[in-house]
């Protein structure tokens, strides 16, 4: 057995705060189920989930030399970490569906060109293209690429299988892209 396997999780997180990414290794292999298992707990999205406890980790590795096992176990340590990683990004998922919950509509201001990086005569043509599209789909299309809905999360609001959306999408999409290439619709 070899020194770090003899190691307790506080000892694992001291060696990783020196930069000991066997140790790390070991504290992500013995601890990565339950950690998961508490953003699951909150975010309730596997694809999320897992991109979270990375991000857990992550900020694990960055923020090991400040555990104080005086102060908590380093499982309870890490799963505050995890816990509130998740909670972060659940609140921001709200914020952002909510901002997307207002009509939404292309405009010919600044913001569907700042939003977009676009000069304002490319904005005229990709409004232009947009009001030619479905009411439906041009609401998708916003929704999923400027504010950044998943499908998921579009078909949860358009009351549609994933698969539909995604070819209602697909379609919107080479609309689109025939409408700003300049081809008849």
């Known amino acids: 057995m070899s020194d770090i396997e003899t190691m307790d999780l506080a000892g694992l997180i001291a060696a990783t705060a020196e930069g000991d990414r066997p140790a790390f290794a070991e504290l992500y292999r013995r601890t990565s189920a339950k950690l998961h298992g508490v953003i699951l707990r909150i975010c309730r999205r596997p694809d999320l989930a897992a991109e979270l406890l990375q991000e857990s980790y992550l900020k694990i590795w960055r923020n090991a030399h400040r555990f104080d096992p005086a102060r908590a176990s380093a499982i309870a340590w890490m799963a505050a970490i995890a816990r509130n990683r998740t909670i972060d990004a659940v609140r921001l998922q709200a914020e952002r569906v909510s901002a997307a919950s207002e009509e939404l509509e292309p405009d010919d201001g600044p913001g569907l060109a700042a939003a977009a990086g676009l000069d304002q005569a490319t ?3 990709l409004r232009a293209c947009l009001e030619g599209l479905k009411t439906d789909d041009r609401r998708m299309v916003l929704l999923g690429y400027l504010y950044g809905l998943s499908r998921e999360e579009l ?6 299988p994933v698969n539909t959306v995604k070819t209602r999408l697909r379609r919107a999409l080479s609309a689109l892209k025939g409408c700003l290439d300049g081809e008849p619709a």
């Open 123 to 125: 904005s005229l043509t």
């Open 155 to 160: 078909g949860e609001r358009f009351a549609m």
